[in-house]
C-alpha cells in the first residue's frame, strides 16, 4: 500500500480503500477483474437487503427485552449521555427515525444497516493489505457470521459496535502506514467515536495500541509528536460528553460498577472461564472459515487446519495477527484485572482483521480462491435464510412464545388513540410500566417523551412539573400492583381497562390486559369549557 497522500485528498484515499476499479479501457484480464469486483459489491448489497426481510419475518416484535425502545426514547431527547451508557447508540437511532417511518422493519433495516458499514469498514482494513477482490471476499466471509447477521438484528449499545470498530482500527492502520495529520486525526475522531458507542472500547484502544507498540515500524509512528494530533481529535470529540460526566456526577461510572459488582467471580474462576469465552468466539468465527474453504477448489480441509493453526502462529503475518489478537488479549486481561464476568457476545465485535490475516496465511500456502460459484452459494445461502426465518417467525408465534405475542404497537395505537379521544391534544408524555411505556413513545407519528415515574433522575430531560404541566398517559399492566398504584395516586383517576391482542402469521394472539391512567394537561378542563361555550355561542 502507499506510504503518502501526496497528490489526493483525504476522503478521495478513504473512498480508494472502497471503491470499484474504473471500467479499463484494454485488457481482457482487468475487465475481468473489474466485473468480479463489482459482482463481489452487489452481494454484499443483496446480503444486507435480505437480512432485514428475515429479521422482519423472524420477529414480529423488536427485542424482548426492549433495548430497541430504549434507543429511541433516549435518542430523541439529544443528550450527551445517558445514565447506563454514552449516547452514540441513542443519536443513531433518533437521527435514523428523523428520515424513516417508525416501524419494526424501518428497524431493522437501522440493524442491517449498522452491520453493514462494519463490513465496509473490515472491507477498507482488509483493502490496506490486499488487492479489492480479496478485501471484498474478506468482507463477504464476515458477513455470513452471527457476528454480522442474527446477533447484529437487536441495535443497542453493543451491536453499535460493530460499525465502529472496524472504522477505528482502519483509521489506526492507515495513520501508522501512512503517518499523515490527516490519518492522525481520523483516528482520534475514530476512536472517541467508540468510547461514545461503549466504554467497552477501551478494550479496543489497548488492543490496537498493543498492536503498534509490538511492531516496530508501527510503534516508531505512534511515538511521534504528531500522534498528539489525534489524542487532541479524540478529546474534542469527547468533550461534550467528558463534560456531561462532571456535571452528572459520573453516572454510568456508577452502573457499570453495579454491573461488575452483579456478574463478578472469583480470580480462578476468571481464568477457568477464559476457555469457553475462546472456544465461543472460535465457533462465531466458524462460517467464515468454511466460507473460505468452499472458495478452494482442492484441499479445503487443508485450508481449515492451516488457519486453525494460524491462530498460534503470529509469525505468518505479524501485522495482521496483532491486529486480529491485540484486543482479544486486551478484553481477557480487564475481565481478569475487574474480575468479571465475560459474556461471548461482548467480544464478538474484536474479529474485524482475522479473516484478512487467515487470507494472507493461505495465499502465503498456495492456495488459490475460486469465485466462479460464489453467486450460487451465497443465493442458497439466502433462501436457507428467509425460508429458517419465516419458520422461527411462525413457530414463535404459534408456541406464544412472550417476545412474539406482546401487542406492542397495537398497544401503542390504542392508547394513543384513547388519549385523543378523551383529551384531543397531542400526546406529549407517556410513563408507566418499562416496555409499554417505551413502546407507546416509539409506535406514533407525534413526538413523544417518555418518563421513567420509579426513577425520575433517569430521565432528567421531563421533570414533575413537566407532567402536570403537559399532561401525561399512565399505562400499568393489569397485574402489576406497584405500577397501578403509582398510576392512581398521581393522577387520582381511574383506571381505564384495555385488552389488546397482536395477529400476526394469521395467528390471533392472547389478549393482554392493561390500566391506563390519563392526566390531561394543567388547564386543560378550562380549555374544553371555553371551546364548548365558545360552539354553542356560535350556533
Given at each position: 500500500?502507499?506510504?503518502?497522500?501526496?497528490?489526493?485528498?483525504?476522503?478521495?484515499?478513504?473512498?480508494?480503500?472502497?471503491?470499484?476499479?474504473?471500467?479499463?479501457?484494454?485488457?481482457?484480464?482487468?475487465?475481468?477483474?473489474?466485473?468480479?469486483?463489482?459482482?463481489?459489491?452487489?452481494?454484499?448489497?443483496?446480503?444486507?437487503?435480505?437480512?432485514?426481510?428475515?429479521?422482519?419475518?423472524?420477529?414480529?416484535?423488536?427485542?424482548?427485552?426492549?433495548?430497541?425502545?430504549?434507543?429511541?426514547?433516549?435518542?430523541?431527547?439529544?443528550?450527551?449521555?445517558?445514565?447506563?451508557?454514552?449516547?452514540?447508540?441513542?443519536?443513531?437511532?433518533?437521527?435514523?427515525?428523523?428520515?424513516?417511518?417508525?416501524?419494526?422493519?424501518?428497524?431493522?433495516?437501522?440493524?442491517?444497516?449498522?452491520?453493514?458499514?462494519?463490513?465496509?469498514?473490515?472491507?477498507?482494513?482488509?483493502?490496506?493489505?490486499?488487492?479489492?477482490?480479496?478485501?471484498?471476499?474478506?468482507?463477504?466471509?464476515?458477513?455470513?457470521?452471527?457476528?454480522?447477521?442474527?446477533?447484529?438484528?437487536?441495535?443497542?449499545?453493543?451491536?453499535?459496535?460493530?460499525?465502529?470498530?472496524?472504522?477505528?482500527?482502519?483509521?489506526?492502520?492507515?495513520?501508522?502506514?501512512?503517518?499523515?495529520?490527516?490519518?492522525?486525526?481520523?483516528?482520534?475522531?475514530?476512536?472517541?467515536?467508540?468510547?461514545?458507542?461503549?466504554?467497552?472500547?477501551?478494550?479496543?484502544?489497548?488492543?490496537?495500541?498493543?498492536?503498534?507498540?509490538?511492531?516496530?515500524?508501527?510503534?516508531?509512528?505512534?511515538?511521534?509528536?504528531?500522534?498528539?494530533?489525534?489524542?487532541?481529535?479524540?478529546?474534542?470529540?469527547?468533550?461534550?460528553?467528558?463534560?456531561?460526566?462532571?456535571?452528572?456526577?459520573?453516572?454510568?461510572?456508577?452502573?457499570?460498577?453495579?454491573?461488575?459488582?452483579?456478574?463478578?467471580?472469583?480470580?480462578?474462576?476468571?481464568?477457568?472461564?477464559?476457555?469457553?469465552?475462546?472456544?465461543?468466539?472460535?465457533?462465531?468465527?466458524?462460517?467464515?472459515?468454511?466460507?473460505?474453504?468452499?472458495?478452494?477448489?482442492?484441499?479445503?480441509?487443508?485450508?481449515?487446519?492451516?488457519?486453525?493453526?494460524?491462530?498460534?502462529?503470529?509469525?505468518?503475518?505479524?501485522?495482521?495477527?496483532?491486529?486480529?489478537?491485540?484486543?482479544?488479549?486486551?478484553?481477557?486481561?480487564?475481565?481478569?484485572?475487574?474480575?468479571?464476568?465475560?459474556?461471548?457476545?461482548?467480544?464478538?465485535?474484536?474479529?474485524?482483521?482475522?479473516?484478512?490475516?487467515?487470507?494472507?496465511?493461505?495465499?502465503?500456502?498456495?492456495?488459490?480462491?475460486?469465485?466462479?460459484?460464489?453467486?450460487?452459494?451465497?443465493?442458497?445461502?439466502?433462501?436457507?435464510?428467509?425460508?429458517?426465518?419465516?419458520?422461527?417467525?411462525?413457530?414463535?408465534?404459534a408456541r406464544h412464545h412472550r417476545g412474539a405475542i406482546e401487542p406492542r404497537a397495537e398497544l401503542a395505537h390504542a392508547a394513543r388513540q384513547l388519549w385523543q379521544e378523551r383529551v384531543g391534544l397531542p400526546l406529549?408524555?407517556?410513563?408507566?410500566?418499562?416496555?409499554?411505556?417505551?413502546?407507546?413513545?416509539?409506535?406514533?407519528?407525534?413526538?413523544?417523551?417518555?418518563?421513567?415515574?420509579?426513577?425520575?433522575?433517569?430521565?432528567?430531560?421531563?421533570?414533575?412539573?413537566?407532567?402536570?404541566?403537559?399532561?401525561?398517559?399512565?399505562?400499568?399492566?393489569?397485574?402489576?400492583?406497584?405500577?397501578?398504584?403509582?398510576?392512581?395516586?398521581?393522577?387520582?383517576?381511574?383506571?381505564?381497562?384495555?385488552?389488546?391482542?397482536?395477529?400476526?402469521?394469521?395467528?390471533?394472539?392472547?389478549?393482554?390486559?392493561?390500566?391506563?391512567?390519563?392526566?390531561?394537561?394543567?388547564?386543560?378542563?378550562?380549555?374544553?369549557?371555553?371551546?364548548?361555550?365558545?360552539?354553542?355561542?356560535?350556533?
Amino acid at each position: 500500500m502507499p506510504q503518502s497522500e501526496s497528490g489526493a485528498s483525504f476522503i478521495e484515499s478513504i473512498m480508494t480503500d472502497l471503491s470499484l476499479p474504473s471500467p479499463p479501457s484494454q485488457g481482457s484480464a482487468r475487465a475481468l477483474a473489474s466485473r468480479e469486483t463489482l459482482r463481489l459489491s452487489l452481494l454484499l448489497v443483496a446480503h444486507s437487503m435480505v437480512w432485514i426481510v428475515g429479521a422482519w419475518l423472524y420477529r414480529t416484535n423488536l427485542d424482548t427485552a426492549a433495548d430497541m425502545l430504549e434507543n429511541y426514547v433516549w435518542g430523541i431527547e439529544w443528550q450527551p449521555g445517558y445514565y447506563k451508557h454514552p449516547p452514540a447508540f441513542a443519536w443513531m437511532a433518533a437521527s435514523w427515525f428523523k428520515i424513516f417511518p417508525r416501524t419494526d422493519l424501518a428497524y431493522f433495516a437501522l440493524s442491517s444497516c449498522n452491520a453493514t458499514l462494519g463490513l465496509c469498514g473490515i472491507v477498507a482494513l482488509a483493502r490496506r493489505f490486499l488487492p479489492m477482490r480479496d478485501a471484498l471476499i474478506v468482507g463477504l466471509a464476515m458477513a455470513v457470521t452471527p457476528i454480522y447477521t442474527t446477533l447484529a438484528i437487536k441495535f443497542n449499545a453493543n451491536t453499535v459496535l460493530l460499525s465502529l470498530w472496524p472504522w477505528a482500527a482502519y483509521f489506526f492502520v492507515r495513520y501508522v502506514q501512512t503517518g499523515t495529520w490527516k490519518s492522525a486525526l481520523a483516528l482520534g475522531a475514530a476512536a472517541a467515536l467508540a468510547m461514545l458507542g461503549k466504554y467497552f472500547s477501551i478494550t479496543l484502544l489497548a488492543g490496537l495500541g498493543l498492536a503498534g507498540l509490538s511492531r516496530p515500524a508501527w510503534r516508531a509512528q505512534l511515538l511521534r509528536p504528531r500522534t498528539l494530533l489525534a489524542v487532541l481529535a479524540g478529546t474534542v470529540v469527547l468533550g461534550p460528553h467528558l463534560v456531561w460526566l462532571v456535571q452528572n456526577d459520573f453516572p454510568t461510572f456508577a452502573y457499570a460498577d453495579e454491573r461488575i459488582q452483579e456478574i463478578s467471580d472469583p480470580f480462578h474462576v476468571m481464568l477457568l472461564e477464559k476457555i469457553p469465552y475462546s472456544l465461543a468466539q472460535l465457533a462465531y468465527l466458524l462460517p467464515a472459515m468454511a466460507f473460505l474453504a468452499l472458495l478452494m477448489p482442492r484441499q479445503r480441509l487443508a485450508a481449515v487446519g492451516a488457519m486453525l493453526r494460524s491462530i498460534l502462529r503470529p509469525s505468518l503475518d505479524r501485522n495482521l495477527w496483532w491486529l486480529s489478537m491485540g484486543t482479544f488479549f486486551a478484553v481477557c486481561a480487564v475481565s481478569v484485572v475487574t474480575r468479571t464476568h465475560l459474556s461471548s457476545l461482548w467480544g464478538n465485535t474484536q474479529w474485524f482483521a482475522i479473516v484478512a490475516f487467515w487470507l494472507v496465511i493461505l495465499q502465503q500456502r498456495g492456495f488459490e480462491l475460486d469465485t466462479r460459484g460464489v453467486v450460487r452459494g451465497m443465493t442458497v445461502y439466502w433462501v436457507f435464510v428467509l425460508a429458517l426465518s419465516a419458520l422461527l417467525g411462525f413457530t414463535e408465534a404459534a408456541r406464544h412464545h412472550r417476545g412474539a405475542i406482546e401487542p406492542r404497537a397495537e398497544l401503542a395505537h390504542a392508547a394513543r388513540q384513547l388519549w385523543q379521544e378523551r383529551v384531543g391534544l397531542p400526546l406529549d408524555i407517556v410513563t408507566g410500566n418499562d416496555k409499554e411505556a417505551k413502546a407507546i413513545a416509539f409506535y406514533g407519528n407525534d413526538l413523544t417523551h417518555y418518563w421513567d415515574m420509579y426513577e425520575p433522575a433517569n430521565t432528567p430531560w421531563v421533570a414533575r412539573a413537566d407532567v402536570m404541566r403537559e399532561g401525561a398517559l399512565f399505562v400499568c399492566r393489569g397485574s402489576d400492583d406497584r405500577c397501578n398504584k403509582i398510576a392512581a395516586a398521581f393522577t387520582r383517576a381511574r383506571a381505564i381497562p384495555m385488552s389488546v391482542h397482536k395477529r400476526a402469521w394469521g395467528l390471533r394472539l392472547p389478549d393482554y390486559g392493561y390500566n391506563v391512567y390519563l392526566l390531561p394537561p394543567d388547564g386543560w378542563h378550562e380549555a374544553a369549557d371555553r371551546a364548548r361555550t365558545g360552539s354553542k355561542t356560535a350556533s
